[in-house]
């Protein structure tokens, strides 16, 4: 038996919330772990994944599978688990990780646990915790199926880097044409920007901001700090930012070590975006703002005097 | 064109959250039930392709019968039909199979629903009705446009977005900015009361998973507020304290 992790790279390596899955699938001590990867890959990059543990990746690399197209995607990973004989498949939680495990799921008929947060409790059965209510809340569940597919939430779950770049095998795929009604037909992506959902260090920026144009002091000190910008709702609604910068509730939900929040009052459907940050600073002029209440760091005060001190104070611990 | 939009009956986003029953059950006291936000957006441009496209919606919910009420604001909303299946949701291959049951009876050529429902977050629905049907799925999808049999749609990604094209029909997970909620007027309501409501028995589904028990996350301890002065401060404790940076 063994288990299978779908991986992802972005810019040439690995992504991290994927080498937190290998590293996951290491740890659950069921067999070889072995890492798929699909689409373009610098074998170089994908023998990483042997650091967090994997012992193999498998490599389907047919020109057709260049763009992330789900049903081909969801089939080349369903063959890959039946080939190897998977009994679990372990995947990071992400736009293109749950729409093809769903599908998995169908093909393998496998239970399927998102949002999972720990290791399972193999005592009695086969337990997963998962995040539920938008991070307000866990449930345990026990998955009834032979077949197992758990994606995991990001920065939850401990990386192994102790392992060793292990052999990347190509994995010739069955090319099912029917998968390819779905026609991807442009592409449009920030180049050289951290992801947000992927982000260690996130800042983020609401209605307090005043205006796109005041964006640059934010950027600053996302800089300084190697992180990734953020905002609230209004902020995307207003086009102030790009759409996939929206944290919360309604758009993407954070994991990361730091968050900083400028200028938002921390209405519950943003906390709900960002409650599973280790830690959360907040900088607000009013000292009744919501968003204290849910912060561990509070500077009451003007965002415009007190972030530009902030990057600096930053960049001089960095010096 | 037929229209499915299926919605999730779940808190109001302010909701607190609780268990009773030694947290085996959600504790619904006090609790505000709503369509679910990205069910929300789903059906909005549903309403607005009715409009455009000369569709016909129906919406469908898998749940007990205190979701009606819920159906009900979808018809206000302009859904011309709801069926409820009726049984509680178990988990999403319990959901997924019964949407599909319904899909297979009604041919539609729109599957719309959210890209995740906000209270087990799941975001796989759309994806194994679809595998169940044979049909596409996208998700989460941002626009949405019909031209003809074509669908024209712009998918999220981290970092950005991708054109998607497909044929009909489909299923597709949606969220922001696809339409804007829609708030049902009082021509709306009146009407919603007597649009057909049709409920059917769930068909059988194997056990997938089995709720053991739920847990509230760790209290949070107090904030510690730094002076606006002394920004220096901040830093230290990040890096000493929180070992953040
Ligand atoms: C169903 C539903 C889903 C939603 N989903 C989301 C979601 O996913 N994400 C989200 O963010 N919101 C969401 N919202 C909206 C949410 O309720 C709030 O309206 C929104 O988060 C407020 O954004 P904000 O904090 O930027 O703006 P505001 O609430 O206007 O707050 C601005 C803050 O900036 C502070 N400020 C002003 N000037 C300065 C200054 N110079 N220096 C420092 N501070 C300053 C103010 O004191 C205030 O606290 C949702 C709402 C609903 C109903």
């Given at each position: 038996m063994s288990v299978l992790v779908f991986i992802e790279s972005s810019e040439g390596e690995i992504r991290k919330s994927s080498l937190e899955a290998v590293s996951y699938a290491a740890a659950?001590?069921?067999?070889?772990?072995?890492?798929?990867?699909?689409?373009?890959?610098?074998?170089?990059?994908?023998?990483?994944?042997?650091?967090?543990?994997?012992?193999?990746?498998?490599?389907?690399?047919?020109?057709?599978?260049?763009?992330?197209?789900?049903?081909?995607?969801?089939?080349?990973?369903?063959?890959?688990?039946?080939?190897?004989?998977?009994?679990i498949l372990v995947l990071a939680k992400s736009s293109l990780g749950d729409a093809v495990a769903s599908r998995v799921a169908i093909k393998s008929n496998a239970a399927l646990a998102s949002n999972v947060v720990e290791l399972p409790d193999f005592s009695a059965g086969f337990k997963v915790k998962r995040g539920i209510y938008t991070g307000k809340a866990f449930v345990n569940v026990d998955l009834k199926a032979e077949k197992k597919i758990l994606a995991i939430k990001k920065n939850a779950v401990p990386l192994k880097e102790d392992g060793a770049p292990c052999a990347v095998d190509a994995f010739a795929s069955t090319v099912n044409e029917a998968d390819f009604a779905?026609?991807?037909?442009?592409?449009?992506?920030?180049?050289?920007?951290?992801?947000?959902?992927?982000?260690?260090?996130?800042?983020?920026?609401?209605?307090?901001?005043?205006?796109?144009?005041?964006?640059?002091?934010?950027?600053?000190?996302?800089?300084?700090?190697?992180?990734?910008?953020?905002?609230?709702?209004?902020?995307?609604?207003?086009?102030?930012?790009?759409?996939?910068?929206?944290?919360?509730?309604?758009?993407?939900?954070?994991?990361?070590?730091?968050?900083?929040?400028?200028?938002?009052?921390?209405?519950?459907?943003?906390?709900?975006?960002?409650?599973?940050?280790?830690?959360?600073?907040?900088?607000?002029?009013?000292?009744?703002?919501?968003?204290?209440?849910?912060?561990?760091?509070?500077?009451?005060?003007?965002?415009?005097?007190?972030?530009?001190?902030?990057?600096?104070?930053?960049?001089?611990?960095?010096? | 064109m037929k229209i499915l939009v299926c919605i999730s009956h779940v808190p109001d986003t302010t909701s607190k959250i609780a268990f009773t029953d030694n947290n085996t059950k959600f504790d619904t006291s006090g609790v505000q039930f709503v369509i679910g936000p990205y069910d929300d957006y789903a059906l909005a441009r549903a309403v607005e392709l009715k409009a455009s496209h000369g569709a016909s919606v129906t919406v469908l919910n898998v749940g007990e019968a205190s979701t009606e009420p819920t159906i009900r604001k979808a018809l206000a909303i302009g859904a011309d039909e709801a069926i409820r299946v009726n049984a509680f949701p178990s988990d999403s291959h319990f959901?997924?199979?019964?949407?599909?049951?319904?899909?297979?009876?009604?041919?539609?050529?729109?599957?719309?629903?959210?890209?995740?429902?906000?209270?087990?977050?799941?975001?796989?629905?759309?994806?194994?009705?679809?595998?169940?049907?044979?049909?596409?799925?996208?998700?989460?999808?941002?626009?949405?446009?019909?031209?003809?049999?074509?669908?024209?749609?712009?998918?999220?990604?981290?970092?950005?977005?991708?054109?998607?094209?497909?044929?009909?029909?489909?299923?597709a997970g949606c969220q922001e900015p696809i339409a804007e909620w829609k708030i049902p007027n009082m021509r709306g309501i009146m009407s919603?009361?007597?649009?057909?409501?049709?409920?059917?028995?769930?068909?059988?589904?194997?056990?997938?998973?089995?709720?053991?028990?739920?847990?509230?996350?760790?209290?949070?301890?107090?904030?510690?507020?730094?002076?606006?002065?002394?920004?220096?401060?901040?830093?230290?404790?990040?890096?000493?304290e929180a070992k953040v940076l």
């Open positions: 659950l001590d069921r067999g070889e772990v072995i890492a798929l990867a699909i689409g373009e890959a610098e074998e170089s990059a994908l023998a990483k994944a042997g650091i967090s543990g994997a012992s193999r990746v498998l490599h389907a690399k047919d020109e057709q599978l260049k763009e992330d197209n789900i049903m081909a995607y969801a089939s080349v990973v369903a063959e890959a688990m039946e080939k190897e004989n998977a009994e779905l026609k991807i037909t442009g592409v449009e992506k920030a180049e050289g920007e951290i992801l947000l959902p992927e982000a260690e260090i996130v800042v983020s920026g609401g209605r307090g901001m005043k205006g796109p144009e005041n964006w640059h002091i934010l950027e600053d000190l996302a800089k300084s700090l190697g992180a990734a910008t953020g905002c609230s709702k209004p902020v995307s609604d207003m086009e102030w930012r790009p759409h996939h910068e929206h944290v919360g509730q309604t758009g993407i939900k954070v994991s990361p070590n730091l968050y900083i929040a400028v200028g938002i009052s921390g209405a519950i459907q943003h906390l709900a975006g960002v409650n599973s940050s280790k830690c959360l600073v907040v900088i607000n002029k009013d000292p009744e703002a919501p968003f204290f209440k849910a912060a561990d760091y509070g500077i009451v005060g003007d965002a415009f005097e007190i972030v530009p001190k902030l990057t600096a104070a930053i960049k001089a611990l960095n010096a | 959901v997924a199979s019964q949407i599909a049951e319904v899909a297979k009876q009604g041919s539609y050529d729109l599957i719309l629903m959210g890209r995740e429902s906000i209270d087990f977050n799941g975001g796989m629905v759309h994806g194994m009705v679809a595998e169940m049907l044979g049909m596409p799925s996208v998700s989460p999808v941002m626009r949405l446009d019909i031209e003809g049999d074509l669908a024209k749609m712009s998918r999220e990604i981290e970092g950005g977005h991708e054109e998607v094209e497909v044929k009909l029909p489909f299923v919603a009361r007597t649009k057909p409501l049709n409920v059917l028995e769930p068909v059988e589904v194997g056990e997938f998973s089995v709720v053991e028990n739920y847990e509230l996350p760790p209290a949070k301890g107090e904030v510690r507020m730094v002076d606006a002065d002394n920004v220096e401060e901040l830093v230290r404790l990040l890096k000493e």
